[in-house]
């Protein structure tokens, strides 16, 4: 099969990774890709995956070059192809595409969707109320006593969500959200909710409409800094699986989760076909949805598809074609950790291209691979071209091996101003 993938990121890296390793492909692209994924080769034939200069976004063109190439299957990674509508425009011309389509990709790119459809449908969430007026919204964080997050609706690059601790903070993130326009029309509604304390992390399951198969746990770490301080990020590392649920309690969760998504998601009419993130929370009184991503996180998937033993083709074609209940997740029982490595300032202002040396050293160590994210080449060279620069991913006997050796690999890379936590997977061993 001759497959497309759409990204250039940690998360396309992996999947394209993956992939590779699948005995039904035999040619791969990658738009745009980076120098990592032109890196990688098909364990079918040996033939290297090609980066094409074509934009993630760019969707006249991407589908231009499926029809050209006669594209197979194409997988697509990030979040805002598929809420312009990529899966629908694919369909509309007769290609086979993985992704949610766009009235799916609406639990990612509309937060007061997704807080109303949890609440018709039981699905456990924090209490919660949906606003496009200011005065409202303020008097419902009152309700609260300003220990609220005030979210904007749409996206906004992972920034329009504001921790309140008192009403005069959330007055101020409303008026900002909603009057000041910090996020532009993503803000013209917002969802406010009440303060959960507990444990974050991230669930991940493979759905097909009416069959979802739910992962092993994972959790993010998206403050810039150790301890979790510092500024919000796309992720500065993951690991899986996390001590917080056990098998029983995992099972029950997604009981709990995903049988009243799907039968919504069914009774609205959506056609649910794609990976679905819920962002979790786990309090005293249970887990509750904080949020729903429509795609794999990242970097959660570079620590998932470390350990994923089944072929991800085959299943990413069942979640497609609605024939998943035929197939099984199967899982390393090994531990994966990835530490981030970014650029300095990030996720501030940073510098491009600077130098990586110690790549070819750290991916020679056993059971690592270090995923690219922000790399191009320049001559023979790879150099920084982004904020999050590598995802160093290791497996261990447990998690506190793969944590030595991720970090035992990081120690290996060097590129001016590398910025990084040391302490992805701590809180697991705490
Ligand atoms: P979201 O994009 O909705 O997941 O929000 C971004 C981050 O804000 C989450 O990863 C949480 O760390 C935090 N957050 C969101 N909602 C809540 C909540 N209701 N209570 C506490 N923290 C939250
Ligand atoms: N791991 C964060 C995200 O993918 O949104």
Redesign the pocket.
Known sequence: MKILVIGSGGREHALVWKLAQSPHVTQMWCAPGNAGIAQERLAQNGAPVECVQIGAEDLPKVLAFAQTQKVDFTIVGPDNPLALGIVDLFQQHGLKIWGVNRKAAQFESS?VFSQKFMEKYGIPT?A?GTFADVAAAKRFAATLDGK??V?ANGLAL?K??L?CANQAEAERAVDEIMVGKAFGVAGANV?I??????I?ISLHALCDGVTARIFPTSQ?H?RALDADQGL?TGGMGTYSPTPFLDGAQLAATARLVLEPFMRGCVAEGIDYRGLLYP?V?LTKNGP?I??F?ARFGDPETQVYLTRLESDLLELLAASASGTLSQHELKWSPLASVCVVMASGGYPGNYAKGKLISGLDAANAQPYTKVFHAGTTRAGDDIVTSGGRVLGVTALGQDLRAAQAAAYAAVDKIYFEGAHFRRDIAAKAMS
């Open positions: 937060k924090a919660a609220c997050v979210k992972g329009g969500v921790i969802v909710q009440e303060f959960l304390d507990g974050e993010d998206k919000n962002g929370m509750k904080l949020e991503n």
